[in-house]
């Protein structure tokens, strides 16, 4: 059978990877993940906003190419200061120009996706023949907790679904106790599906059928400070999501967007023309 290629990494590299970087993630999401501890950057000690991406849940630096990493060979920072950059490629390494903050159309957001990148493509991105993620395991485990949960069926078997996520040996983030009530037990399914299916093309159906659209995907979407750190932790609620009105240098953050969601139109898809066309007892749906 004749494998399928594809050309996602080349839309998901750096600059200096020869990438586009044309998806990139949000600081939010970057500042979602919890640290070590299972506790959320606004409430662990472990928390250092010098170096944020230290004693974080190891999927964050699993899913995305942090400033400071080593990212396809190159070390990766996007501080626009940051003019020289090495590369790995060659031994011993050189220092060579970083396309990752000269280029004008470098990440926006400070940062890249690693899911779906892998130096085996580098001899050419835009043939990959890397399987692209249908569904997981994971994600099964996580439907099933979730669908136990808001069943009112909250039982040991749900507790142990996600906790095979969390404490497989490459992630071995702190287990989830019992005794959670429903809320509190949604949050941590909520999280979990944030933290491992990020990248994987869930996200939207998962904002909608919560209903939490019009809060997630309202406002500014914001990359990082271009030219240092955030100054504190924003404050992560119940569903992961950031707020940076605490944050004393929030002003420093890049605006990539802002973004407004219409609940009474975006919660529902529109009903194509064809089919009304066809059956003139359609009504469409408001507001399309």
């Known amino acids: 059978?004749?494998?399928?290629?594809?050309?996602?990494?080349?839309?998901?590299?750096s600059r200096n990877?020869?990438?586009?970087?044309?998806?990139?993630?949000?600081?939010?999401?970057?500042?979602?993940?919890?640290?070590?501890?299972?506790?959320?950057?606004?409430?662990?000690?472990?928390?250092d906003p010098k170096s944020p991406y230290k004693n974080r849940d190891p999927r964050l630096t699993f899913t995305i190419a942090v400033p400071g990493s080593i990212f396809y060979n190159y070390q990766f920072e996007t501080h626009r200061d940051s003019v020289k950059c090495w590369n790995y490629n060659t031994t011993p390494a050189t220092r060579v120009d970083n396309q990752d903050a000269l280029n004008a159309f470098a990440t926006f957001t400070g940062y890249c996706w690693k899911k779906y990148v892998d130096l085996e493509d580098k001899a050419d991105r835009t043939n990959s023949d890397m399987n692209v993620i249908q569904i997981r395991y994971a994600e099964i485990l996580l439907i099933y907790a979730?669908?136990?949960?808001?069943?009112?069926?909250?039982?040991q078997s749900a507790y142990d679904a996600i906790n095979l996520i969390r404490s497989r040996p490459s992630v071995n983030m702190p287990i989830i106790t019992l005794g959670k009530t429903t809320a509190e037990f949604r949050s941590l399914v909520r999280k979990e599906r944030l933290y491992e299916l990020a990248m994987e093309g869930l996200r939207l159906t998962d904002l909608r059928r919560w209903k939490i659209a019009d809060k997630a995907m309202v406002g500014n979407f914001y990359g990082r400070v271009q030219?240092?750190?955030?100054?504190?932790?924003?404050?992560?609620?119940?569903?992961?999501?950031?707020?940076?009105d605490n944050v004393a240098n929030r002003a420093d953050l890049r605006v990539i967007e802002v973004r407004t969601f219409d609940p009474a139109r975006d919660y529902l898809w529109p009903i194509p023309n064809i089919e009304i066309v066809t059956n003139p007892k359609l009504i469409q749906n408001p507001k399309y």
């Open 1 to 13: 059978m004749k494998t399928k290629m594809h050309s996602t990494p080349n839309n998901l590299l």
């Open 17 to 47: 990877g020869l990438g586009f970087t044309n998806k990139v993630p949000s600081q939010s999401l970057v500042d979602a993940y919890t640290c070590t501890d299972g506790l959320n950057i606004d409430k662990s000690p472990l928390f």
């Open 146 to 155: 979730e669908a136990k949960n808001e069943l009112g069926q909250l039982d």
């Open 227 to 244: 030219k240092g750190l955030l100054a504190g932790a924003p404050q992560i609620d119940e569903n992961g999501l950031a707020n940076y």
